[in-house]
């Protein structure tokens, strides 16, 4: 059984101190900042450049050429820590540190393992839950917290094909969503424009995205709050011309999210974000987080 826990990835950090196993947890990445306090535990893991300074578009071309570098791990820090478990993922190298890290983490601590989470649509989101929590020994806990968590995305949901979603995981250039995305639209009553239920997120053109004629469109930059969403957003989209034309840019139904809590990180804000989008489709509808989701109105 595990003791000493190092985690790589944000949302397995999340899982942790909901778990209420917080005190085995020696390192995280510089990105684990939920809940708060999870934000003061060593980090092992920082990013090769800072994405605060720089707009969507330079963040692009920066991921683009950091290649699998995008993550350093600190090696020191590491071993500081002295993890008897390595959380990991492998399902984006750019979202959170990859397999690759976790590789090198292993040849460095002796006697260490790694657990892997790497969930490609909702489904998968709940099942890691629990699958961490036998991990670490919290079994009862992990039942209980899916359980909830089945339970208020069941509560959020509508039936039949509802409103065209254009979800945007990126908006300088334009990503399409993807994993667990869709099926959380759908979780919510609404039906994915774009993107395919556990297929990655890729790029698009703007033809694409009007070509979709949406009903709704959220914006999600990955990593991104609501206002930093909206920020990125008005900087360009917002200005595009074509984009400007889109039926449901006229009217106004375009939507900035917190991503980086409810829709970036595969994890417990898996139900909050069913609820936001639910929020949107058919307001009032469900209980979402407050501050989550802004409006934009017409351009």
Same mark, same amino acid.
């Given at each position: 059984m595990a003791r000493r826990i190092v985690s790589f990835l944000p949302s397995a950090t999340e899982m942790i101190y909901a778990l209420g196993a917080q005190?085995?947890?020696?390192?995280?990445?510089?990105?684990?900042d939920r809940p708060p306090e999870a934000a003061s535990k060593p980090k092992v893991i920082r990013s090769s450049f800072d994405p605060a300074a720089m707009s969507s578009k330079e963040i692009d071309d920066a991921t683009a050429r950091a290649g699998e570098g995008v993550f350093v791990l600190d090696e020191k820090a590491l071993m500081e820590a002295r993890p008897d478990l390595i959380i990991a993922q492998d399902t984006c190298k750019v979202?959170?540190?990859?397999?690759?890290?976790?590789? *090198? !983490?292993?040849?460095?601590?002796? +006697?260490?393992r790694a657990?892997?989470?790497?969930?490609?649509? /909702?489904?998968?989101?709940?099942?890691?839950?629990?699958?961490?929590?036998?991990?670490?020994?919290?079994?009862?806990?992990?039942?209980?917290?899916?359980g909830a968590l089945e339970e208020r995305i069941a509560a959020a949901g509508a039936a039949g094909p509802g409103p065209r979603v254009l979800a945007l995981e990126?908006?300088?250039?334009?990503?399409?969503?993807g994993h667990w995305v869709p099926d959380m639209i759908a979780a919510a009553g609404g039906t994915d424009a774009v993107g395919a239920a556990g297929a990655h997120s890729r790029r698009m053109d703007m033809e694409e995205a009007a070509a979709s004629d949406p009903d709704k469109v959220v914006l999600m930059p990955c990593g991104f709050d609501a206002a *930093? !969403?909206?920020?990125?957003?008005? +900087?360009?989209?917002?200005?595009?011309?074509?984009?400007?034309? /889109?039926?449901?840019?006229?009217?106004?139904?375009?939507?900035?999210?917190d991503s980086a809590a409810y829709f970036t990180r595969p994890g417990i804000g898996v139900?909050?974000?069913?609820?936001?989008?639910?929020?949107?489709?058919?307001?009032?509808s469900a209980d979402a987080p407050r501050?989550?989701?802004?409006?934009?109105?017409?351009?």
């Open positions: 005190d085995m947890l020696h390192g995280v990445t510089h990105e684990c979202c959170a540190p990859h397999s690759a890290q976790a590789a *090198r !983490a292993l040849e460095i601590v002796d +006697g260490a657990h892997s989470m790497d969930p490609h649509d /909702m489904a998968g989101i709940l099942d890691s839950i629990t699958d961490l929590a036998g991990v670490i020994g919290r079994e009862g806990e992990g039942r209980e917290i899916r990126w908006v300088d250039p334009l990503y399409t969503s *930093r !969403a909206e920020s990125e957003y008005r +900087g360009s989209l917002a200005t595009n011309v074509r984009w400007r034309q /889109m039926r449901a840019v006229a009217e106004g139904e375009v939507y900035a999210v139900a909050a974000g069913v609820e936001i989008i639910a929020n949107i489709l058919r307001p009032g501050g989550a989701c802004k409006k934009m109105g017409p351009p």
